[in-house]
C-alpha cells in the first residue's frame, strides 16, 4: 500500500515518515509490508488510508488548480481537510488513528455489524430498517452510497432483518460486510466525547477552500464548524449523493473531480450519481505519473 509511490515519488516518501514520526512507530511499514491482518485492524487501516491520500496529494497538489471544494467518505472527510490546508498530514494522521481507536472500543462494548443493500432506492432501505428496530435492536441507513446502494449498520439481530426486509421490498442483494462495528450509527454514541476532545486538541484551521460535510451536506469554511461535524459524522449517516450532488452544483457542468487515495470506488459511485462526470483516480504511481503527463 503506497509503496510504489514512496518509491517513486521524494514528497510521498517525505509525507509518509512524517506521518510514521508522528504516530511514533512504522505505518508505512505495515502499509508495505503487511501482515494484512495488522493492515485491516481499524487503529491503522484509518491512519493508512489517509497517508496514501495525502502522500499522492503530496505529489500533484502543484498541478491541480485551486479546488472549487472537497469531499471524502467517511474517514475520507478527513483526507479533504488535508487537502484543504485546514490538517496538515501528521496530525490528521494522529486524530483519525484517535478515531480508530475509539470505534473500536464502541464496537467491543455493544457489538454491531453492517450490510450492503444494492439495487433498492434509499427510502424503502429505510423504511426496512424502522420495521426492523425493535427490542432494544436497532438498524439505520449508515452509508447513502448511491440511488440504488445503501449501506445499514446497527445491532446484528436489526440488521438482519432489515435485511430480509429489503429483500422483501426488492432489493437484488443483500451482502453484509466484515466490520468491527456498527459504523455511522447511534451504537457509536460512545466514542463521540472522546473524539471531541481529540478533534479540539488538533491544530485544525478553516480550510482554504470548502469541505462537503458527510453529516449534513453542506460546505464547510470554519474550524468550529469541522469540529462539530466530524463528531456527528460518527453517528450520523454518510450522506454521500447529498455530498456529491451539491458539490457538483458548487463545480459546475465543467467541473473535473479528482479522486485520491488507494481504490477507485469513489469514481464508480459518482458515475451513478453524476453521469457524464470528468473523474480521474490517482492512487498508484502510473496512474499519478499520467496525471503529471498531462497536466
Known amino acids: 500500500m503506497a509503496k510504489d509511490l514512496a518509491e517513486r515519488f521524494p514528497a510521498a516518501r517525505t509525507v509518509l515518515e512524517a506521518i510514521d514520526d508522528a504516530l511514533d512507530f512504522a505505518l508505512s511499514r505495515i ?6 491482518a495488522d493492515l485491516t485492524a481499524t487503529q491503522n487501516a484509518q491512519p493508512a488510508i489517509l497517508a496514501h491520500s495525502a502522500a499522492v496529494h503530496a505529489v500533484v497538489r502543484e498541478r491541480v488548480n485551486l479546488p472549487v471544494a472537497a469531499a471524502g467518505h467517511s474517514l475520507g472527510e478527513y483526507s479533504a481537510y488535508v487537502a484543504a490546508g ?10 483519525v488513528r484517535r478515531r480508530g481507536e475509539l470505534m473500536h472500543q464502541a464496537g467491543t462494548q455493544r457489538p454491531g455489524t453492517m450490510a450492503v443493500i444494492l439495487g433498492l432506492d434509499t427510502a424503502a432501505v429505510e423504511a426496512a430498517c424502522r420495521d426492523a428496530s425493535r427490542d432494544g435492536a436497532i438498524a439505520v441507513a449508515a452509508n447513502l452510497n448511491g440511488p440504488d446502494q445503501t449501506v445499514i449498520s446497527g445491532d446484528p439481530d436489526a440488521v438482519a432483518r432489515a435485511g ?42 478553516d480550510p482554504a ?32 449523493v447529498a455530498c456529491m450532488e451539491h458539490a457538483a452544483r458548487v463545480g459546475g457542468s465543467e467541473a473535473r473531480w479528482i479522486e485520491i487515495g488507494p481504490g477507485r470506488a469513489l469514481a464508480g459511485l459518482l458515475r451513478r450519481i453524476a453521469p457524464g462526470a470528468s473523474v480521474v483516480s490517482l492512487g498508484t504511481a ?4 499520467q496525471f503529471l503527463e498531462a497536466a
Not at 502499509?31 to 494484512?36: A, I, K, L, Q, S
Not at 496538515?88 to 494522521?93: I, T
Not at 451504537?187 to 486538541?201: C, D, E, F, K, T
Not at 502510473?286 to 505519473?289: L, T
Open 31 to 36: 502499509m508495505f509490508e503487511g501482515p494484512e
Open 86 to 95: 485546514a490538517l496538515d498530514a501528521p496530525a490528521a494522521a494522529k486524530l
Open 164 to 205: 430480509v426486509g429489503c429483500k422483501e421490498r426488492g432489493a437484488k442483494r443483500v451482502m453484509p460486510l466484515n466490520v468491527s462495528g456498527a459504523f455511522h450509527s447511534p451504537l457509536m454514541r460512545s466514542a463521540a466525547g472522546p473524539l471531541q476532545v481529540a478533534l479540539q486538541q488538533a491544530p485544525l484551521r
Open 209 to 240: 477552500f470548502p469541505v462537503v460535510a458527510n453529516a449534513t451536506a453542506e460546505l464547510v469554511t470554519r474550524a468550529d464548524r469541522a469540529r462539530r461535524l466530524l463528531v456527528d459524522q460518527l453517528t450520523a449517516p454518510v450522506r454521500w
Open 286 to 289: 502510473p496512474q499519478v505519473e
